[in-house]
């Protein structure tokens, strides 16, 4: 089946910087999208994509749908300690195709 | 609205137990999805719904089965639990597929251990 691969499975940064993560694929996708898990909690949506080439802001996070579809970056700029948790890509084929989920990166922000 | 409820939050079963994790949720999605996570390993989809009546098997469906007798109810059943079942259980929601079915609405978890 297709797999989304996100490495490395964790980041520590320093309060304040800012942080890039990546979701690759050997398979192109249709959608891509990125949640945000805290500790102890049930993930939740932060960016979803559509279309090759866009790119899209939610507050201090921007992600793009990478040009060949099988890939998407995910910048979290000036970090704060709330930023902590498990970032995981996800991506559909078609439209009706379930989701698939990359393994995720442990995010530590250090104050 | 309450969102995905789930119950209960930790159980330890031990090998050969049956259990049921509960799942509701109160915003009238049609599609409903079990999830295991196991540490480094993302999420893996274990069966899903798209509404009442209608269930079909995901990516890890075996030594479980479900039910989904209503639209807010999607129980899990564990028949004889096993140490590989050791996990976190996650329900969500969504509305149905495509763009909008993307935004899936998830519960607190279910810490399950089988020892």
């Known amino acids: 089946g297709q797999q989304l691969n996100q490495s490395p499975q964790s980041m520590f940064i320093q309060e304040g910087e800012d942080v890039s993560m990546n979701c690759t694929s050997s398979?192109?996708?249709?959608?891509w999208l990125w949640y945000k898990q805290d500790p102890g909690e049930g993930p939740v949506l932060l960016i979803a994509?559509?279309?090759?080439?866009e790119l899209t802001s939610n507050g201090r996070l921007t992600a793009q749908f990478g040009i060949t579809r099988k890939d998407s970056f995910l910048n979290i700029s000036a970090s704060i300690p709330s930023d902590v948790g498990i970032y995981f890509c996800a991506g559909r084929t078609g439209a009706n195709s379930k989701l698939t989920f990359g393994k995720g990166i442990t995010l530590s922000v250090r104050p | 609205n309450a969102g995905v409820t789930q119950t209960p939050k930790f159980r330890i079963l031990k090998i050969g137990q049956s259990m049921t994790l509960q799942c509701t949720q109160d915003?009238?999605?049609?599609?409903m999805y079990w999830y295991r996570q196991d540490p480094g390993m993302g999420l893996k989809l274990i069966y899903y719904?798209?509404?009442?009546?209608?269930?079909d098997k995901g990516e890890v469906p075996n030594g479980y089965n479900v039910s989904r007798s209503t639209t807010e109810d999607f129980p899990l059943r564990l028949e004889l639990a096993a140490p590989s079942q050791t996990s976190v259980y996650f329900c969500a929601s969504s509305y149905p597929g495509g763009n909008r079915g993307d935004t899936q609405y998830f519960g607190p978890g279910t810490r399950l251990t089988v020892l």
């Open positions: 398979s192109i996708f249709n959608t």
């Open positions: 719904s798209v509404g009442a009546g209608i269930t």
């Open positions: 994509l559509y279309k090759a080439g």
């Open positions: 915003m009238n999605h049609n599609y």
